[in-house]
């Protein structure tokens, strides 16, 4: 069954380094998106991607973080100074179809912890 | 702004017991309700979904029925198992918006 995968699983990183996370979507996917969750609280929608070109972003969003597909298989999400509060399980996520009426089908997730 | 809110956990449970995870939500207009299931290890996968007032999701075993009258979007199972454990995420989308909007999670344990 198709997947999306992540890498790294974890990532341990000094706090004002650039992280870089990255995400396989399944191949005939159109949407691509990320989300984070910090330990204990809810998930919480980043940005969404589609046509080469972000759609969609949250508030948390800022200029700290950048979105790139840069070939045809790789989703990346990159942070370029990070901060305590950065630390998090990242998931990536794709569909077919615009998220609001088809499946969302997500990674397992790549946990950064910034020290 | 939207926002779900999920019956706090952990819940534990014995094999065959009867499960009720409350979940209601506040939005506007009419979303797409879905629960969510992350197993150890494993990303979050779509378990059912309702896209409409009195429609009833289920998959698996578990039913959901949203309730517009009471904005509410509860996951029951009738008799679970041990390998039902898990977080359980449940959310919403907008009609117009991109984006899903979830709840904090609720650990199930079933232990046998």
């Known amino acids: 069954e198709p997947e999306v995968t992540q890498t790294p699983s974890h990532q341990v990183t000094q706090m004002g380094q650039e992280v870089i996370l990255r995400c396989v979507p399944i191949?005939?996917?159109?949407?691509f998106y990320w989300y984070r969750q910090i330990l204990g609280q809810k998930v919480e929608f980043l940005v969404s991607f589609y046509n080469n070109e972000i759609s969609e972003k949250s508030e948390i969003f800022d200029d700290q973080f950048s979105v790139e597909r840069p070939d045809g298989s790789n989703f990346t999400l990159k942070i370029r100074s990070t901060k305590l509060e950065d630390s998090a399980m990242y998931f990536c996520?794709?569909?077919?179809?615009?998220?609001?009426?088809?499946?969302?089908?997500f990674g397992e997730g790549s946990r950064l912890t910034v020290l | 702004g939207d926002s779900v809110t999920q019956m706090e956990g952990p819940v534990t449970l014995s094999e065959e017991a009867f499960l009720t995870i409350n979940c209601t939500y506040t939005a506007t207009g009419y979303p797409s309700l879905f629960w969510y299931v992350q197993y150890p290890g494993e990303g979050l996968q779509l378990l059912l979904k309702a896209t409409k007032a009195d429609d009833k999701g289920s998959n698996k075993g578990f039913e959901a029925t949203y309730r517009k009258e009471t904005t509410s979007f509860h996951l029951e199972k009738g008799s679970v198992q041990v390998s039902d454990s898990a977080v359980y995420f449940c959310?919403?989308?907008?009609?117009?918006?991109?984006?899903?909007?979830f709840g904090s999670g609720t650990q199930l344990t079933v232990l046998p």
């Open positions: 959310a919403l989308s907008p009609g117009s918006a991109r984006q899903l909007t």
């Open positions: 996520a794709s569909s077919e179809v615009q998220q609001g009426t088809g499946e969302l089908f």
């Open positions: 191949s005939n996917h159109l949407y």
